[in-house]
């Protein structure tokens, strides 16, 4: 038995959930970004798999998408570190749920 | 392809991502989180796109992981630990990994068994980058710069 596209898809999927749950369940800042870097890292892996799984010859599409979303990841990762050290400075806390200052 | 390598791959990168998104401990998530890019970089190298790969290993665990390490120093005063847990994300989670798996195996897939592929060399990915991506990549080099010059910004002590 060969690792069928399916069964990349599966794993991606499951990685994209685990990084959900992050995003979702837990009350850090950082680990709110871990788990959107999950998400991203898990979208990079389907591309790669049905680059892989394409009839060939083609164009590396799906290899060009996932060098741009590793690029923006990196710089999404830096501003958000660069928000949750500000807020830390100003609020004394990395906790999304003691952020609640606008709300009505 | 190589399944009992797929097996392994995969059974480190979820099982690490899962460490990542449940330990209470900051630090030991932070390293988890590095262990499952390494499994995701390992199954770029498994489907032959070995410059994504080193990419994917560069950038998490050398710049973003590293990142994080630091953003948890400095930010340490704060609870060592996190308490709180959501379990309604769970729920929600499942329901999504429910649903896509469902989408997943109903969909007829145009071909499960992987061609042969001429390997993807550093020169033609360049080629490719020079020639038909050439707009995308400047694009990104400004979201960069822009990203640098933003968070340098933000965390700049203000002057009273």
């Known amino acids: 038995m060969t690792p069928t596209l399916q069964l990349f898809l599966i794993i991606s999927a499951a990685l994209f959930c685990i990084g959900l749950l992050a995003a979702l369940s837990r009350r850090h800042a950082i680990f709110i970004l871990i788990g959107i870097e999950m998400m991203l890292a898990a979208a990079g892996l389907n591309f790669i798999a049905f680059w892989r799984f394409a009839p060939q010859p083609q164009p590396p599409t799906g290899v060009m998408v996932t060098i741009f979303a590793i690029a923006i990841a990196a710089a999404e990762a830096a501003v958000g570190l660069a928000l949750v050290i500000t807020v830390y400075r100003n609020y004394r806390t990395t906790s999304v749920d003691k952020l609640d200052q606008l709300k009505g | 392809m190589n399944s009992a390598a797929f097996i392994i791959i995969a059974v480190l990168t979820l099982s690490a991502a899962l460490a990542a998104a ?21 199954f770029y190298f498994l489907l032959g796109a070995e410059f994504v790969g080193l990419v994917q290993v560069f950038v ?65 990915i360049g080629e490719t980058l020079m020639t038909d991506y050439v707009w995308p990549l400047q694009c990104v080099g400004l979201v960069l710069t822009a990203a640098l010059i933003g968070a340098l910004i933000l965390v700049m002590e203000e002057k009273r």
């Open chain 2, 22 to 42: 449940t330990l209470p401990r900051l630090i030991h998530a932070a390293l988890s989180f590095a262990v499952a890019f390494v499994g995701v970089a390992a």
């Open chain 2, 60 to 124: 998490y665990i050398g710049a973003v992981a590293v990142l994080i390490v630091f953003t948890i120093l400095l930010t340490r005063r704060d609870a060592e630990k996190d308490r709180g847990f959501n379990w309604s994300g769970v729920v929600i989670a499942l329901a999504v990994f429910g649903g896509l798996l469902w989408s997943i195996l109903k969909t007829p897939t145009f071909g499960n068994v992987a061609p042969k592929i001429e390997p993807l060399t550093v020169r033609r």
